[in-house]
């Protein structure tokens, strides 16, 4: 499971709360946490989305019973991560000031 790592200002983006994605990630746990990183599995044609052995599968296990390059695969998720991550950020900035809607 990834760990969430310090902030004391809360300043750091959400993205860089978490613990880096590594081949010991465990498919689930990332696909609960980032949602963004469904759509990358789908994209390789892992159909690791609602499978039960997805609790229990690393990414290392994934990528390695579906032929994908492991590295390259990390890449394209903490690439769409950050990218929703990013996009999150941008909106949470652009009013600051503003009280929620009760």
């Not at 990834?2 to 300043?11: A, E, M």
């Not at 990358?40 to 997805?54: D, I, S």
């Not at 950050?82 to 996009?87: K, L, S, T, Y």
């Amino acid at each position: 499971m990834s760990q969430v790592l310090s902030d004391p200002n809360g300043t750091a983006p959400m993205a860089m709360l978490f613990a880096p994605i590594t081949d010991a990630t465990v498919v689930d746990e990332l696909m609960s946490r980032h949602r963004a990183a469904i759509p990358v599995f789908l994209c390789h044609r892992m159909h690791c989305v609602g499978c039960p052995v997805g609790r229990i599968h690393t990414l290392k296990d994934a990528c390695r019973e579906h032929g994908i390059g492991l590295s390259q695969f990390i890449a394209s998720l903490n690439d769409a991560i950050g990218a929703a991550e990013q996009v999150r950020d941008d909106s949470i900035n652009d009013y600051p000031n503003q009280a929620p809607a009760p």
